[in-house]
C-alpha cells in the first residue's frame, strides 16, 4: 500500500512528463490497432468476394475471336474454365455536359449462374435476355444519382442509343476502376463499368458471334506460368493483345500493392513510436532511481526485500504501458471505422465495414505493455544491487577530466557561464544526450520524410501533367486511322494551334530469357506536346532511330542503353523485330516505352497511321472542339488534360491532410523526448540552478544551462536526419513502386526547411513549459536539500 501511494505521488508530481511519454505511446498503439484492423477489414472483404464470386485466375485480351472456339481453351492442360466476353468503351452523353464521362460495357454470360467474374446484384434487378437495359456498377449509380428505370444515352458506332437501367452491382474483377495506366485515381463520375446481355451487345457492335476478352481459371496444381505459352501460342491467331494473372490484373494489383504497403506500415511505424517511448521512459526511471536513492535505502531498512523495490518500479513501467495500450487500442479502434470508411471511396468491396477486433486490441496491450516493463526494467534494475548502508548517502560524484572540446583553444571562452555548464552536462551523460539525439534524429527524417510525400506527390501527378503531357485534348480514336486524314481533318479547325499524331501499340519486348509487355508510343520527333523529361527535368528529345524505355521496363529487362531487344507485336507485319535501347527515362505513371513514329512505321511496316492525335487549342475553343467530335464513330475518347489535373487535386486533398495529420505527431514525439531530457535535467541541476537565481541570475539565464544542451543536441540530430531523411524516401521509393506506378525518391528543400521548423518548434515548446518551472523553483526549499 505505501509502495503504491508514493507510485501515485511520483507519477502526480511530474505528470506532465508521464502524460508527454503515454502520448508517444499511445500514438503507436493507435497507428497499430488501427492499421492493423483496416488491413484486415480489407483483407476479409477482398477473400470473401473474389471467392463467392469467383474471381479469374487469368484475363487475355485480343482483337477478335469466335465465341465457339472459347472452349477449346479449357483443352490446354492447367485450365479449368474459360469464359470469353465482349468488352468495349463507350461515351455516356446525356448525364453531365461539362464532364467526358466513360463507361466499359462487358458482355454478360448466359446462362446463370456466370461462371467466372460474376456479378454481386445490390440494387434492382440483372437487365432482361432481349431488352436495351444495363446493369451500371454501384458507384457509378450513386455518383450521378441515378434510380432504377433512369434512361441513359451511350454512343455506339456513332450512334446515340437509349437505355435503361435495371440495376446496380460490383464485380470482383473492377474493386478498383481505372480507365488505363495513366489514370491510377479511381473517378467514379468519370469512368465505370456497366453489363448488358451478350446478345444485345454483339447486336449493337456489330460483332455476331465474336469475343475480344478471355478469363480463365486454373486447375488446381497449376501456376499461371504453366499454361501462359500455351495460351498465347493459341491466342496470337485472334490478335493477342495482353495476357496477364489475377497478380497483375490492374484492379487486384492495385489492391494488393495497398495492402502490401498497410501491412508493412502497421508493422515499422508503431515499433518506431514505441521504442522512442521506451526510451523516454528507460531516462525517466532511470534518473528517477539515482533521484531517490535515499528513499530506497530507507526502504531497505524498513525491511523491504530487493525484488519488492525492484517491482515497485517497474509498476511504473506497468501503469503507463497499460494506460498507453487500452487508450491506443480505443483510439485506434475508432481510428479504423474511419479509415475503413476511407478505403470505401476508392475499392468497391461490398462487405468492407469497421470490425473490432479484440485480437490486435489485447495485442496492443502487450506489446505496450512489453515495451514499457522492458524499458523499465533496464532504468531500474541498479536498485537489485544497491544495499542500505550504501543508498543512505549520496553517490560518490565521479571526477572527471576535462573533455577534448574544452582543451581547443578559444572554444571553450566562446561559451558563458551557462554554455559551459550544458556542454559539460551533455558530454558526462553520454546515454541520455545520444537517446535524445536519437529522438531528435527521427522526430526530424519522420517529419522530412512525411512532408516530401507533398512534393513526390506534385512531381509524380501534376509535373506529369503539366511538364511531360502539355496538349489541353488527347483524342484517342476507335481504330487506327491514316495519318495524313488525321491531319487534314483537324487541321484549321476554330482555335487549334497544334496538332501531334500518336502510335501507340502494344508490344512484348524481350532480352535473353527476360520478356514483358509493354505499350509503344510513337511521337514526333520534335514533339512540343509530349515532351519527356530526365531526372533533372531537362527535356528529353525523342532519338531519330530506336527506343527510349521507361526506368521500370529497363529495370524488368536489366537492359541498359546500346542493348539489342527483341520485339513483337500483333501490329507488326513481320515478327519479331529488333531495335536498340537509345536511353532510359523516368515516368512516374505507366511503365511505357518511346520511338520516333518514324522510326515505329517502319518497325511494324503497316505505313503511317495514327491511334490517337494531341491537339493544343485555345481555352474558349474548347467546347465547340467537344461538341464536334463527341458524336464522331472514330472518336472512342475525348481527354480533357485540365480534367484529369482538377481531379488530381481534389483526390490528393485528402492523402495531404493526413500528411499534415501524422507531422503533427511527429512534433508532439519530439516535445515528449525533449521535454522528458531537459526535466530530467532540471531535476539533477536544480541545486546548482537555484544557486545561480541566489546569485543574481534571471530566470531566463539560468534556462540557458538546459536550452543550450538541448539546442546543441538538437542541432546535430537535425543534421543527422537529413541524410536518413534520404534513405527513408529511398526505402519508400523502393517498396511502394509498382508496375502502375512509380514513386520518384525526392527529398525537397521545403520539406527539410519545414521539418527543421517542426523540430525547432517541438524544442521551443518544451523549453517553454521548462522555463515555468525554472521560475517557479522554491529557491529555499531546494538549497535546503541536505547534499
Given amino acids: 500500500m505505501i509502495l503504491r501511494r508514493k507510485m501515485w505521488r511520483d507519477i502526480g508530481e511530474n505528470k506532465t512528463a508521464y502524460i508527454a511519454c503515454a502520448i508517444v505511446m499511445i500514438i503507436g498503439l493507435m497507428t497499430y490497432t488501427s492499421m492493423q484492423m483496416v488491413k484486415d477489414n480489407l483483407f476479409i472483404a477482398r477473400d470473401r468476394f473474389y471467392e463467392d464470386y469467383h474471381l479469374a485466375d487469368g484475363f487475355a485480351k485480343v482483337k477478335l475471336m469466335p465465341y465457339s472456339q472459347v472452349k477449346r481453351l479449357e483443352g490446354i492442360r492447367g485450365i479449368d474454365l474459360a469464359q470469353g466476353r465482349l468488352v468495349r468503351d463507350v461515351r455516356v452523353l446525356n448525364l453531365d455536359k461539362n464532364k467526358n464521362i466513360y463507361l466499359r460495357l462487358i458482355s454478360m454470360d448466359k446462362p446463370k449462374p456466370y461462371p467466372l467474374n460474376e456479378i454481386k446484384l445490390l440494387e434492382g434487378s440483372f437487365p432482361e435476355a432481349k431488352g436495351r437495359e444495363v446493369l451500371l456498377a454501384e458507384k457509378f449509380f450513386k455518383a450521378h444519382k441515378l434510380s432504377i428505370g433512369s434512361p441513359i444515352q451511350v454512343l455506339i458506332e456513332g450512334k446515340k442509343i437509349d437505355f435503361k437501367v435495371a440495376g446496380a452491382g460490383q464485380s470482383p474483377e473492377f474493386v478498383y476502376a481505372m480507365r488505363d495506366g495513366q489514370n491510377i485515381l479511381p473517378d467514379p463520375g468519370a469512368f465505370e463499368v456497366a453489363y448488358m446481355p451478350y446478345d444485345v451487345m454483339e447486336s449493337l457492335f456489330k460483332q455476331k458471334g465474336m469475343i475480344n476478352d478471355i478469363s480463365f481459371t486454373l486447375e488446381p496444381g497449376y501456376k499461371f506460368e504453366d499454361v501462359e505459352q500455351a495460351l498465347k501460342m493459341e491466342l496470337k491467331k485472334y490478335g493477342l493483345e495482353s495476357l496477364v494473372s489475377r497478380k497483375n490484373q490492374a484492379s487486384n494489383a492495385m489492391l494488393s500493392e495497398e495492402l502490401k504497403q498497410l501491412e508493412k506500415t502497421s508493422r515499422s511505424v508503431p515499433i518506431l513510436f514505441l521504442t522512442i517511448a521506451a526510451i523516454i521512459l528507460y531516462i525517466m526511471l532511470k534518473r528517477l532511481v539515482e533521484s531517490q536513492r535515499i528513499q530506497i535505502g530507507i526502504l531497505r531498512a524498513f525491511g523491504y526485500r530487493p525484488g519488492e523495490i525492484l517491482a515497485h518500479y517497474l509498476s511504473y513501467g506497468l501503469m503507463l504501458g497499460l494506460a498507453g495500450g487500452i487508450l491506443g487500442g480505443l483510439l485506434g479502434t475508432a481510428l479504423s471505422v474511419s479509415m475503413t470508411g476511407l478505403y470505401q471511396n476508392y475499392y468497391s468491396l461490398p462487405d468492407l465495414t469497421g470490425r473490432f477486433s479484440p485480437r490486435y486490441f489485447l495485442s496492443g496491450i502487450l506489446l505496450s505493455v512489453g515495451f514499457s516493463l522492458i524499458a523499465a526494467y533496464q532504468g531500474v534494475r541498479g536498485v537489485q544491487k544497491l544495499q542500505p548502508a550504501d543508498a543512505m548517502h549520496p553517490s560518490i560524484p565521479v571526477f572527471k577530466k576535462k573533455s577534448r572540446l574544452e582543451q581547443i583553444p578559444g572554444f571553450w571562452a566562446a561559451f558563458t557561464v551557462q554554455g559551459r555548464m550544458a556542454i559539460r552536462n551533455m558530454l558526462r551523460n553520454k546515454g541520455r544526450s545520444f537517446f535524445t539525439f536519437i529522438g531528435i534524429v527521427f522526430t526530424f527524417s519522420i517529419m522530412a520524410s512525411l512532408l516530401s510525400m507533398y512534393s513526390l506527390m506534385d512531381i509524380m501527378i501534376l509535373d506529369q501533367f503539366t511538364k511531360v503531357q502539355k496538349y489541353d485534348i488527347k483524342t484517342t480514336f476507335t481504330r487506327p486511322l491514316p495519318l495524313n486524314e488525321v491531319i487534314r481533318e483537324l487541321e484549321g479547325k476554330k482555335g487549334i494551334k497544334r496538332i501531334e499524331p500518336v502510335i501507340e501499340v502494344p508490344v512484348t519486348l524481350q532480352k535473353q530469357y527476360r520478356k514483358t509487355d509493354v505499350i509503344a508510343q510513337g511521337l514526333m520527333r520534335y514533339s512540343e506536346l509530349y515532351t519527356p523529361l530526365d531526372k533533372q527535368g531537362n527535356r528529353i528529345q525523342i532519338p531519330e532511330d530506336g527506343m527510349l ?239
Fill in 549 to 787: 524505355l521507361s526506368e521500370q521496363v529497363a529495370g524488368k529487362l536489366k537492359a541498359g542503353v546500346g542493348d539489342r531487344l527483341q520485339v513483337e507485336s500483333i501490329w507488326a507485319r513481320e515478327s519479331p523485330v529488333y531495335v536498340n535501347v537509345a536511353g532510359i527515362i523516368p515516368q512516374y505513371l505507366g511503365s511505357n516505352v518511346y520511338m520516333s513514329n518514324e522510326a515505329l512505321f517502319e518497325l511494324l511496316h503497316q505505313g503511317e497511321m495514327a491511334t490517337s492525335a494531341l491537339v493544343s487549342i485555345d481555352k474558349e475553343q474548347i467546347p465547340a472542339f467537344k461538341e464536334r467530335y463527341n458524336t464522331s464513330k472514330y472518336v472512342g475518347n475525348l481527354e480533357e488534360r485540365q480534367q484529369t489535373i482538377d481531379l488530381y487535386k481534389k483526390l490528393m486533398g485528402s492523402s495531404r491532410f493526413m500528411i499534415w495529420v501524422m507531422a503533427f505527431m511527429a512534433i508532439i514525439t519530439g516535445f515528449a523526448i525533449v521535454y522528458n531530457s531537459s526535466i530530467i535535467t532540471l531535476s539533477e541541476r536544480k541545486r546548482e540552478l537555484a544557486s545561480l537565481r541566489v546569485l543574481g541570475m534571471r530566470p531566463g539565464e539560468v534556462l540557458e544551462v538546459i536550452s543550450v544542451e538541448q539546442w546543441c543536441i538538437g542541432i546535430l540530430g537535425m543534421l543527422a536526419g537529413i541524410p536518413l531523411t534520404f534513405a527513408i524516401n529511398k526505402g519508400i521509393s523502393a517498396s511502394m513502386s509498382s508496375d502502375l506506378f512509380f514513386l520518384p525518391a525526392v527529398t525537397a528543400p521545403s520539406a527539410l526547411l519545414l521539418a527543421l521548423l517542426g523540430t525547432m518548434l517541438a524544442i521551443s515548446l518544451a523549453q517553454l513549459w521548462v522555463a515555468r518551472k525554472v521560475a517557479d523553483l522554491d529557491l529555499v526549499e531546494v538549497l535546503k536539500e541536505r547534499e
